[in-house]
Every structure is written in structure tokens, then in C-alpha cells.
């Protein structure tokens, strides 16, 4: 059986007094749950801030991308060694935004990857059709070769390491969930997929997220799906009350 996990993703919210406030509020909300993996990923100027609330609580908490040198001049970024300083157990790379609006490409979200696990944080990483591509029924087609992309040149002992997040661009802030069978359906071709790069052992221990529009009303049917491990969640992680229900829902 797979352990669900749970993150929050803030995107570009809360500066390092309302993050340190919200994580607050978030451990109280979900004390005592020990059967699911949860962790928030806030903007890293509040990382700190976050760390110190959440540190050595049932809370863990995640970068929202990392490059993939130790250090350097690479303005603007952020090292996995720094990411570890400050606490995180996670990063989540190739988030579509990153990929639409930054233009990361699959290339450096492998990259990413790859010093992520040599360095001990444990990578999310992003997947996920846009809604052409939806409609044109290339939908795994996309999603396959993202994640062969990412995963390329990682070894079958660290997969276990790995989350994946399968979020459908199109439901993304949209309020228009992938159907819980149509994201079961996407997963289980990604753990198909996962068994083919790795084996089918390492893929049984893989958690796929699913992201995209999720909320305390619609977290207990897709978590009932036999491949969906757990949720990405973006707005709804804003606010303690409907994260801890979407973490209660997976427990
Ligand atoms: P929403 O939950 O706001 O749709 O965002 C999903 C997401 O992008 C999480 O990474």
C-alpha cells in the first residue's frame, strides 16, 4: 500500500508573515494525522519562516523548483544545497507554469531531477495535457513522454524517491476537475509507463499526485481511485480549513 501525500502548492502567495501564520494554522488543523505524507511548498523568501513553525511536526514542506548546480553564478537561482539548509524534503519541478511561463523545457526539468535525488530532496515532479491537447487525443502521448523525459537516467533504487504530479493544465485554477476517471485513467498509464523505466516492484511504490482544481468536495472520489496516491493542490491549500479536510479525506 502506498502512504498518501498531500502537498500545497502556494504558488506566488504569502510573503514570510503570512506563510509562517497559514503553516501555523495548517499544523494545528491536522495533529494527530499520521497516515498520510502532507507538506506545504511556500515561495522561497518564506521557506524560513516556514521551516521554523513546522520543524520536527508532522508538517514537511517543499520548494516550488530548484536548479540543479550546487552554487554559481546563476543569478536568481537556488541551489538543492540550500534547499536542504532551510529544511525542505521536497521540491516540486516542471510545474506547467514553469514550463509555460518560464520556458523550462523537459531537458532541465531531468536535470532538476537528477540533483534533486543526488542531494537528498525528494522531487515532485509536474506532468500534464493541455486542453488541445486533450481534445486532439494526445493526451498520454504527452504525458508519456514528460515523465520518460524527466525520469531519464534514474536509477531503479532512488524511484521510490520520486512523486509524481499528473496535473491537466486545463483544470488548473479552472475549477473544472479531471473527472476521478479520467485522472485514474492518465495515472494508470503512468504507472504503467513508470514500470516500463523502472520495474513494476518500483513503480507499485511510486505516489501519483493528481493536481488541478482539487478541494474537500472532490478529494474522496479521486483518492478512491486505485492509482491516485494523494493531490497537488493549489488554491485550496491557501486556507488551513480546506487543506486539513483534503489531508483528512486521504487519511
Ligand atoms: P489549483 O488547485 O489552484 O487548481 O492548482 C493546482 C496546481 O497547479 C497545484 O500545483
Known amino acids: 500500500m502506498r502512504r498518501p501525500f498531500v502537498a500545497g502548492n502556494w504558488k506566488m502567495n504569502k510573503g514570510p508573515k503570512d506563510a509562517a501564520a497559514l503553516a501555523v494554522e495548517i499544523v494545528a488543523a491536522i495533529k494527530g494525522v499520521d ?5 506545504v511548498a511556500p515561495v522561497a523568501i518564506s521557506l524560513a519562516a516556514v521551516n521554523a513553525i513546522v520543524a520536527n511536526t508532522n508538517l514537511g514542506m517543499s520548494a516550488q523548483n ?3 548546480e550546487e552554487n554559481g553564478a546563476y543569478t536568481g537561482e537556488l541551489s538543492p544545497l540550500m534547499l536542504e539548509e532551510i529544511g525542505c524534503t521536497y521540491t516540486i519541478l516542471g510545474h506547467s507554469e514553469r514550463r509555460q511561463i518560464f520556458g523550462e523545457d523537459d531537458e532541465l526539468i531531468n536535470r532538476k531531477a537528477r540533483a534533486a535525488i ?18 486532439s487525443g494526445s493526451t498520454n502521448d504527452k504525458v508519456a513522454f514528460q515523465v520518460k523525459a524527466a525520469l531519464s537516467g534514474i536509477r531503479i533504487e532512488d524511484a521510490f524517491k520520486v512523486t509524481v504530479a499528473y496535473e491537466p493544465i486545463w483544470a488548473i485554477g479552472t475549477g473544472r476537475t479531471a473527472s476521478p476517471e479520467q485522472a485514474q485513467e ?32 472532490n478529494i474522496s472520489d479521486l483518492i478512491a481511485k486505485a492509482d491516485i496516491d494523494g493531490a497537488l493542490v493549489g488554491g485550496a491549500s491557501l486556507k488551513a480549513e480546506s487543506f486539513a479536510a483534503i489531508v483528512k479525506a486521504c487519511s
Open 186 to 217: 492518465v495515472h494508470a498509464m503512468i504507472r504503467n509507463l513508470l514500470g516500463d523505466i523502472f520495474t513494476a516492484e518500483a513503480a507499485d511504490k511510486i505516489r501519483i499526485q493528481y493536481g488541478g482544481s482539487v478541494k474537500p468536495a
Open 118 to 135: 543526488s542531494h537528498g530532496i525528494l522531487p515532485i515532479v509536474c506532468c500534464g495535457e493541455t486542453l488541445e491537447e486533450r481534445e
Open 66 to 68: 530548484m536548479f540543479y
Open 35 to 39: 497516515t498520510v505524507d502532507v507538506a
